[in-house]
């Protein structure tokens, strides 16, 4: 039997599952929300061209308004200035769409404190206990925050001085642009940042560190405590939208039960 003949056969024995990690997509999927003067992305909405109607007797179809960066999505390099020559979403190479991933659970610490920071230190010890991160691969980070993605309130966590959401420190996120051999990383928050990383040095690390390196982001995940630590495989579809910054993505995760 060949690799991809085994692969299929795994799939359809159930002996590999596919775990879907986006997040349904429609006019109720939670929104990044910037403060005046920034311009805002657009809700998802479908405008209606026909429903076996006049309009079109024998077909349903719909126009679809949204913003690159909606529901589950992948940034570009190009989405942030410190990569603003970089690639834009229809040129990221096909085959780092399908990627090994890592898995770093902190839930628990978000669960007491929804500002966590993933520190060096934490990815340190991560990488004692279940070795490198892998080469050309992910590292997703699980904070359980996907629990509440059926509410735009409780996904933005904001109040007065701002959202409050878990993220990466300004050190780890230079580490991991630097330092690691990733291709990107992958979150289950709005955004790859802290919510209060507006205020750090530089802002917004992770935008500006890791896709200034080049590397990616995968936002709006579900559903990683059903991955392992390790040896899981990633595949992302972004759509190739020519100059586009990033795209909304259907994600998926192979993983061998």
């Known amino acids: 039997m060949s690799t991809l003949q085994a692969l299929v056969s795994g799939i359809g024995s159930g002996s590999i599952e ?3 990690l986006t997040a349904p997509l429609s006019s109720t999927t939670p929104i990044l929300k910037l403060p005046s003067p920034f311009a805002d992305t657009v809700p998802f909405s479908l405008e209606e061209i026909s ?8 077909w349903y179809w719909n126009n679809i308004h949204t913003g690159e960066h909606t529901g589950t999505h992948l940034d570009a390099p190009v989405h942030w200035v410190t990569a603003k020559d970089g690639a834009d979403v229809s040129q990221i190479p096909a085959r780092q769409l399908i990627a090994p991933a890592a898995v ?3 839930s628990d610490r978000v669960a007491d404190n929804p500002d966590f920071l993933l520190e060096v230190d934490d990815l340190k010890e991560w990488e004692a206990k279940y070795g490198a991160l892998p080469d050309g691969g992910w590292l997703l980070v699980r904070t359980g925050w996907d ?3 059926q509410s735009q309130e409780a996904f933005l966590n904001a109040d007065e001085t701002g959202p409050h959401t878990p993220g990466i420190s300004v050190a780890a996120a230079r580490w991991l642009a630097e330092e690691a051999p990733i291709i990107g990383v992958g979150v289950e928050t709005v955004g790859t940042d802290a919510g209060t990383a507006h205020s750090f040095d530089p802002p917004f690390p992770c935008h500006s560190f890791v896709l200034g390196a080049g590397k990616y982001g995968l936002t709006q995940l579900q559903n ?3 991955l392992p630590a390790t040896g899981a495989v990633v595949v992302a579809g972004p759509l190739p939208i020519v100059g ?3 795209s909304p993505t259907r994600v998926l995760a192979l993983v061998e039960r």
């Open 224 to 226: 990683l405590r059903r």
């Open 244 to 246: 586009g910054s990033g």
């Open 18 to 20: 596919v775990v879907d």
């Open 147 to 149: 629990a509440r993605s």
């Open 51 to 58: 429903r076996y109607d006049d309009r079109g007797p024998a």
């Open 104 to 106: 770093i659970d902190v």
